[in-house]
Structure formats: structure tokens, C-alpha cells
Nanobody
Framework: VQLQASGGGLVQAGGSLRLSCAVS????????MGWFRQAPGKEREFVAG????????LYADSVKGRFTVSRDVAKNTVYLQMNSLKPADTAVYYCAGDSSDRAVVQGNPYYWGKGTQVTVSS
């Protein structure tokens, strides 16, 4: 399974970005998918995820109400719509996947894509 994230960039506070994660090698439907981020000097953290088992979504408290994760199985792509962006959201964002929902939620999925930089200016 290969993951390719895209869509990062520079945006002003209050703006929006949509990240995409293209999955190749296997059908997305067989995996729980997650978005993670790592800011300079900080540990990587879970942002949002989609369960394999039922498609339900999960969010970190810091992004609830602002970010929306979704998946398009036909396109084998996962998205992260980010609205009302804040400077604190500045980080490298990674998509990741695993056949286990728990692995994604606990932050240790097996498959990782290269990150995409999101920078939010004040």
C-alpha cells in the first residue's frame, strides 16, 4: 500500500485548505485511515481518522468543528477539509493507514505517506 498526500500550502488564519491522500496498491475500503501532524519541536499527533469497520470518523479535540475527514472509495482517496485555520495548525500533515482501527487511533498505523506542509500565517 502506498500513500501520497497533497494539498498543503500557505494560508492566512481563518482560511481553508483541503488535503488529499491517494491510496494505491490496495482498495481503501480495507483500511482505517488517519491524518496526523507534526509541528516543529513537537511530537506527532493524531488529527482525524476514518474507521475501516464502519466508516465512522474521529477527531482530535483541537480540530473538532473545523476539520472534516472523508473518504471516496471509488477514487481510493481520503480527504481532510480544514476550515477556520489557525497558526497553531501549522505542521507537516501525514496520512496513514492500517487494517486495524485501533492502530490508527493509537497513532501507530503501518502505512505512512510522505507529509505535506501546512503553514497558517497570522
Amino acid at each position: 500500500v502506498q500513500l501520497q498526500a497533497s494539498g498543503g500550502g500557505l494560508v492566512q488564519a481563518g482560511g481553508s485548505l483541503r488535503l488529499s491522500c491517494a491510496v494505491s496498491g490496495r482498495s481503501l475500503s480495507g483500511y482505517a485511515m488517519g491524518w496526523f501532524r507534526q509541528a516543529p519541536g513537537k511530537e506527532r499527533e493524531f488529527v482525524a481518522g476514518v474507521r475501516r469497520s464502519d466508516g465512522n470518523t474521529l477527531y482530535a479535540d483541537s480540530v473538532k468543528g473545523r476539520f472534516t475527514v472523508s473518504r471516496d472509495v471509488a477514487k481510493n482517496t481520503v480527504y481532510l477539509q480544514m476550515n477556520s485555520l489557525k497558526p497553531a495548525d501549522t505542521a507537516v500533515y501525514y496520512c496513514a493507514g492500517d487494517s486495524s482501527d485501533r492502530a490508527v487511533v493509537q497513532g501507530n498505523p503501518y502505512y505512512w505517506g510522505k507529509g505535506t506542509q501546512v503553514t497558517v500565517s497570522s
